[in-house]
């Protein structure tokens, strides 16, 4: 049956592939709501600098200990969170808004990763730093992921009307209720742990992927937050499902052919979405005459 050797095969045959096949779900599950809500704080590009900014962190527990999960990912988050302050605070010290500071310290961050891991490894271990290698999961990083992702639910279930309300009007939260910043620093300990989750499985320079691009395409099938969860966690899932199948039949790096099919898959939504897309636009369904 050439359909089931084709997209159910891999999966059977082989352990690695289901224990890849687990892993993308549970960062389905863990960032692509965080990539909504990313999206609409308009900080989809602060995910992105946060990606680079936990580099470094890693790459000193890839010098102290080789590719050993909990060093790499203890020193991704110590990363991320400095990060995070520093920016913070340098655009309350001075004249520099946060988003060009972020920019700075993302960019020496970056710098100072790759310098890092070139120092101790080889060109390899760069790659597998900076792009991730899912098909290489073991059980150990699968049951990381795993606790990332609950806990990301868990945090979000709390912390999710005071984030709605912000996304909405953040002057009215100000004025009825004091919740907004602890529940903004807790949404922003949420990005560097997701960050770091991606970080295992696709690197670097590719985790934010799998939180960005599942929101925008649902952003453009419903304008409803909860609607918007759901298709953004079932892009991502599909993209991790087809991407692990297109790498597994072709010579296509597992990360980049994850990232490439939702790439897909936001440009079909972006022409075809029926909330925005450029197809509704040009060609608005016709309003019920009464």
Not at 170 to 181: D, E, H, M, Q, Y
Not at 203 to 213: I, K, P, Q, S, Y
Not at 237 to 257: E, N
Not at 262 to 289: I, N
Request: aromatic share 8%; net charge neutral.
């Amino acid at each position: 049956m050439p359909m089931y050797d084709l997209l159910i095969a891999p999966f059977s045959e082989f352990e690695f592939m289901r224990r890849a096949l687990a892993g993308v779900v549970a960062l389905a599950f863990g960032g692509a709501p965080i990539g909504v809500f990313l999206m609409l704080r308009r900080m989809s590009l602060v995910g992105d600098a946060m990606a680079h900014a936990i580099l470094p962190g890693a790459a000193v527990g890839f010098l102290l200990s080789g590719l050993n999960l909990f060093a790499m990912t203890f020193g991704g988050l110590i990363a991320g969170f400095a990060v995070a302050i520093l920016a913070g605070v340098v655009s309350r010290v001075t004249e520099l808004k946060e988003d060009a500071s972020l920019a700075a310290f993302y960019l020496v961050s970056l710098a100072l990763g790759v310098t890092i891991v070139s120092i101790r490894g080889t060109n390899i271990d760069l790659l597998h730093v900076l792009f991730g290698n899912v098909l290489a999961m073991d059980d150990q990083t699968l049951l990381v992921i795993a606790f990332n992702a609950t806990v990301t639910l868990l945090v979000l279930a709390v912390i999710w009307r005071p984030l709605v309300i912000e996304c909405v009007d953040p002057l009215f939260l100000r004025t009825v209720s004091r919740t907004g910043a602890p529940a903004h620093l807790a949404f922003m300990a949420l990005v560097v742990v997701n960050l770091v989750n991606g970080f295992q499985a696709l690197g670097t320079l590719l985790a934010v992927g799998l939180m960005v691009l599942p929101a925008g395409i649902a952003r453009f099938w419903s304008r409803d937050i909860t609607g918007m969860m759901v298709i953004a966690v079932g892009a991502a899932m599909l993209s991790g499902y087809a991407g692990l199948v297109l790498s597994f039949h072709s010579k296509v790096p597992s990360g980049p052919a994850i990232i490439l099919v939702a790439a897909v898959l936001y440009l079909v939504s972006l022409l075809l979405g029926r909330a925005g897309g450029v197809m509704r636009q040009l060609f608005p369904a016709p309003h019920l005459e009464a």
